[in-house]
Structures are given as C-alpha cells and as structure tokens.
C-alpha cells in the first residue's frame, strides 16, 4: 500500500492514466500540424489549446500522485495516428471517439476509488468527470457545425476563424 492511502493499484492505474492523457496531447499536437498543412489555422489552433489541457491534465495527475506520497512512473508515449486522407468531419469524429475513451478510463478509475474507498482519489476524479462531459460536448459542437457548413466555401472559412477565437486553456487548476 502506497502511503496516504492511495492503493497499489490505485497508483498503477493514475501512473497509466498520466499516459493516456499526453498521448491524447501527442495526438492533438498532430493533429493541429494536418489542420496547419490544410490552412486551416483556426481548427489547428483549436487542437493546440487541447493539446495543452491535455497536458494540464497529465500533470493534474502527475502532482495528486507526488501529493499522495505515491510514486510516478512515466511510460513511453505512443506515435499519434493521424491519416490526412481524412475529411475534417472525421477527424472530428475520430477526436469524440477518443474522448468517449478517455471518458470510459476516468469512469473506471473512479469506479477502483470507490472499490478502495478512497476518496481523495474520487474527489480529483470527479473533476475529470465533468471535464469530460464538456470536452464530449465540444467535440460534438464541432462535428454539428461541420455537418451544417460542410468541408468548403466562406462557411468553413467563417467556422475556421471561430475556431481561432478558442481561448488559452482554461482547465488548468492543477
């Protein structure tokens, strides 16, 4: 048993967790790069602000594990897949789908905090929780506006410039 009551497992599934989510960055930072190579610099610009939430979100993980007393391990990331055969709809297709995975990982982590009793995990999870829930719903924003303005013309041009408008991230309290 980790110290401060943080289990073993507890702490192998945070320490996988830290590389889901920059893997999750590494593929956001791909994707922004296919979004610069298509001259779309406001979709590009709107991948790379979740590619540093991601990150935030990492060492939102990374600092409860050293706060806990638990060890961090970090792991190898993977090379994100992006295939530039793809339309912009599914890329954003693919990007819900990864946050539906993502979503089904805190899900099963809260669902270990609950097993272990552990509630100062469950509390940082519940955070996760709702980030999660907004990150499902911008996604589908995104796929919504596509489907309504299609992949070209001034409306894809207009929805690239609100693209650009996305703020720095603004989930960083960590």
Not at 17 to 38: C, H, N, P, V, W
Not at 108 to 132: C, K, M, N, P, V
Request: proline share 1%; net charge negative.
């Amino acid at each position: 048993m980790a110290s401060k009551g943080l289990s073993e497992r507890m702490q192998v599934a945070l320490n996988r967790q830290i590389k889901a989510e920059f893997d999750s960055a590494y593929l956001y930072l791909g994707l922004s790069a296919e979004m610069e190579t298509r001259n779309l610099k406001g979709f590009a610009h709107w991948l790379r602000v979740q590619w540093e939430e991601e990150l935030a979100h990492g060492f939102k993980l990374y600092d409860f594990l050293l706060q806990r007393d638990a060890k961090v391990e970090l792991h190898a990331l993977d090379k994100p897949s992006v295939d530039s055969q793809k339309t912009i709809l599914e890329i954003f297709s693919d990007v819900l789908h990864h946050e539906q995975y993502i979503t089904a990982r805190i899900n099963e982590l809260y669902a270990l905090a609950l097993e272990d009793g552990d509630y100062g995990s469950q509390t940082l999870l519940h955070w996760f929780i709702e980030e999660q829930m907004e990150e499902e719903e911008s996604a589908r924003e995104i796929i919504d506006n596509l489907r309504l303005v299609g992949e070209s013309g001034a409306a894809l041009f207009l929805l690239d410039r609100e693209m650009s408008q996305r703020s720095e991230a603004h989930h960083e309290d960590h």
